[in-house]
C-alpha cells in the first residue's frame, strides 16, 4: 500500500530564504508525483507534476526533483516570499496508471518579513 | 485553464437532513473525485469515478453516496448528515493517462458545518 510522507510538517523561514520541503514514497513504481499548494480553507492549487521518466521539474522560483529509485522527491522554493506561505503536499497515484492520488500530510510553510 | 466548480463554499446543514455537495468541471475529463480534508488525518478519499454512471468507493465511503449523470458533473450525497461529517470536502478531476499529463484538478472546496 503506497503511504507518503512529508517532511517537516512545519516551517518558518524568514523573507529571501531558500529552502526544501521534501517528500518520501514508499512504493517506488509511481507514474507521476504532483505537488500542491493550499491556503487556508481553500482548495489544491497544482504547481508542478513530474512524470516517472523525468528527474525535474521548474516553475518560476519553484523546482521540484524526483529520484524513484529511493522514493524521493523534494520541493525547492527559491527567494522565499511571504507570499509563498501555505501548506504543501505531494501525492502520488495509489498503483500505476488511471488512480486515485495519494496525499502527503503537508508541510506547512510560514515565510515571515 | 482547467476550471473544477464547486456548488457552494460554505454549508450548514441540520443533523439528519439530506446534504447534495456538487461538483463540475469543464474540461471533458473522465475521472472525477470526491475527498474529504480534516485537520491532522489529510485528504481521505471517499468516492471516486471512471465514466459516466461509474463510480467506486474510496476508503472512507460509509454514510455517503455518488451521483455521475453526465460526464462534467459529479454530486456526492450525504444521505443522512452526522456532527462527524463536519468537514471540508474537495472535488477533483483528472484526463486518464495517455491523454496529456495524468495531472488532478481542484475545486475550491466545501466546508460543511453539521449541527
Known amino acids: 500500500k503506497q503511504e507518503v510522507t512529508q517532511i517537516p510538517a512545519a516551517l518558518s523561514v524568514p523573507e529571501g530564504e531558500n529552502l526544501v520541503l521534501n517528500c518520501s514514497f514508499t512504493?517506488?513504481?509511481?507514474?507521476?508525483l504532483q505537488w500542491f499548494r493550499q491556503d487556508p480553507g481553500k482548495g489544491l492549487t497544482s504547481l508542478l507534476l513530474i512524470q516517472s521518466s523525468q528527474r525535474e521539474q521548474t516553475s518560476g522560483r519553484l523546482n521540484a526533483s524526483l529520484d524513484k529509485s529511493s522514493g524521493r522527491s523534494t520541493l525547492y522554493i527559491a527567494a522565499s516570499q511571504p507570499g509563498d506561505s501555505a501548506t504543501y503536499l505531494c501525492?502520488?497515484?495509489?498503483?500505476?496508471?488511471?488512480?486515485?492520488?495519494?496525499f502527503g500530510k503537508g508541510t506547512r510553510l510560514s515565510v515571515i518579513a | 485553464d482547467v476550471k473544477v466548480t464547486q456548488s457552494s463554499r460554505y454549508l450548514v446543514k441540520r443533523t439528519g437532513e439530506k446534504v447534495f455537495l456538487e461538483c463540475v468541471q469543464d474540461m471533458d475529463h473522465e475521472n472525477m473525485f470526491w475527498y474529504r480534508q480534516d485537520p491532522g488525518l489529510g485528504l481521505r478519499l471517499i468516492y471516486f469515478?471512471?465514466?459516466?454512471?461509474?463510480?467506486e468507493k474510496g476508503d472512507i465511503p460509509e454514510g455517503y453516496s455518488v451521483s455521475r449523470e453526465k460526464k462534467e458533473r459529479f454530486s456526492l450525497i450525504l444521505e443522512s448528515a452526522s456532527t462527524n461529517q463536519t468537514s471540508m470536502y474537495l472535488c477533483a478531476s483528472s484526463p486518464v493517462p495517455g491523454q496529456g499529463y495524468y495531472e488532478q484538478y481542484f475545486g475550491p472546496g466545501t466546508r460543511l458545518t453539521v449541527t
Open positions: 512504493d517506488s513504481a509511481i507514474y507521476n
Open positions: 469515478s471512471y465514466d459516466v454512471k461509474m463510480k
Open positions: 501525492a502520488v497515484p495509489r498503483n500505476s496508471g488511471n488512480t486515485p492520488l495519494v
